[in-house]
């Protein structure tokens, strides 16, 4: 199979329960390379799990996940014709509210854990090419700090930096300003419009409309566990079909 | 007025400084046993088999729950009945003090590991670590760093009980500070020296422990 012509990652009949309570009730999605998706919806909707779900950081209960159209098994190691989370991770990076950098390493051994741990680089590569990507989220001078003395808005350019170590194909950006104080969000927010502008294929579940308006290609709006509109966001955003949507949007247009 | 009298007792001086040596013997001794049995004990109970918990669970609550003096006892005076071979003292010392505290590391253990947040481990998986990677690289480092404390003060507990070994004739300090005691009629100064040389074993380190805990404490 040719991977060009393969959606970056595909769902079908995805469905996710804890317990009795079902989370997402069937969802159908496609991520052509290059896109960037942004997924908007309530609190409790489901659109973090589902973001969660495209690198199995959450198991799907039932339904197909495919990468570059190849099965994506629950295992680590890959098997057959399926690719295990291993492999799938490398390729799909994922940024967390909580940015969870490591405490106990500096902002360069953050950066360089995964390369030198996971794809067995060598030390000096991984520190040259960390030092760089550093660089460009413009935090160069912060190499031999400690994430302790960073603020929000820098944890969360780093933890941008360790996805983007590992050379992904894909960028999962999991409401990744929601923990930020309000003046701190534009400095993340220009990472990520940075990255969209050099044609990665994102994903973003965001509270920022307007921003999600301005970077994605599409967006997709999850209401109560299903997908309830989708389109190009001058669509969506501006032109809403149904009442569920309008009122949610109307929240953000004080 | 008692006559105090330390020169009888020091000239079984050599006596002490050999009883002092198997104590930190079987102190050091018990202390990695301890860790293996602990670390044994602490991901059992993080697995995700039942059985493997019940098991590591079992374990720790009979250790925890009864007497190490009646443990001791019970290596080396009833276990070899019901199966038939005598257990050297040694061993059933050795066996038990390791067994005894290992009960107590593996709460540390899984008390510093469950400390730190999951987001850790996620971000770990993230990059795509395995779970022992996760475990090794992520996790351990900082949750060692938290389990330090107990873990120091456990230890300190350890070289004390130690000298519940004389109960099975093991030549230890206390042990030998009976001998001592039966040759030179002399119980306070023998016994007021041994208190004297665990005091002297064991304050460094608590000092030590204080010193090391008030230092993490500033690089948080």
Known sequence: ?254 | MYNWDFYTVLQSLDLFLLGMKMTALYTVGSILLGITFGLMAAFARLSQWWALRLIARTYQEIFRCTPLLVQILWAFYALPLIIGVNIPNYIAGLLMLSLYVGSFYGEIFRGGINAIDKGQREAAMAVGMSGAQAMYHIIMPQAIKKMLPAFINQSVIQVKNTSLLYAISIAELTYMTYVVNGETYRPLEAYTLTAVLYFAMLFPLTQFADHFERRMRRSD
Request: proline share 4%; hydrophobic share 40%; aromatic share 6%.
């Open chain 1, 1 to 254: 199979m040719n991977s060009t012509i393969q959606p970056a990652i595909s769902v079908r009949g995805l469905t996710k329960s804890y317990g009795a309570l079902q989370v997402l009730k069937g969802i159908d999605l496609d991520l052509p390379a290059g896109e960037v998706l942004a997924i908007i919806g309530p609190s409790g909707s489901g659109k973090s799990t589902l973001i969660r779900c495209l690198n199995m950081m959450e198991v799907l209960t039932t339904g197909d996940l495919r990468f570059q159209g190849q099965r994506v098994s629950t295992k680590f190691k890959d098997k057959g014709d399926a690719i295990g989370t291993a492999t799938l991770r490398r390729k799909v990076g994922m940024c967390f509210q909580h940015f969870n950098l490591f405490p106990h390493l500096t902002v360069l051994e953050n950066v360089t854990k995964g390369p030198t741990v996971v794809l067995k680089e060598d030390r000096k590569a991984a520190d040259n090419y960390a030092r760089e990507l550093l660089g460009k989220v413009g935090l160069s001078d912060k190499a031999e700090s400690y994430p302790s003395q960073l603020s929000g808005g820098q944890k969360q350019r780093v933890a941008i930096a360790r996805s983007l170590a590992m050379k992904p194909d894909v960028m999962l950006f999991d409401e990744v300003t929601s923990a930020l104080d309000p003046e701190l969000v534009g400095e993340v927010l220009e990472v990520v419009r940075e990255l969209a502008r050099g044609g990665m294929t994102m994903v973003l579940v965001t509270h920022e409309m307007a921003f999600a308006a301005e970077v994605a290609d599409r967006v997709v709006f999850i209401d109560q566990g299903v997908i309830a509109e989708e389109g190009p966001p001058e669509k969506v955003m501006k032109d809403p079909s149904s009442d569920r949507l309008k009122q949610f949007l109307s929240r953000f247009n004080a």
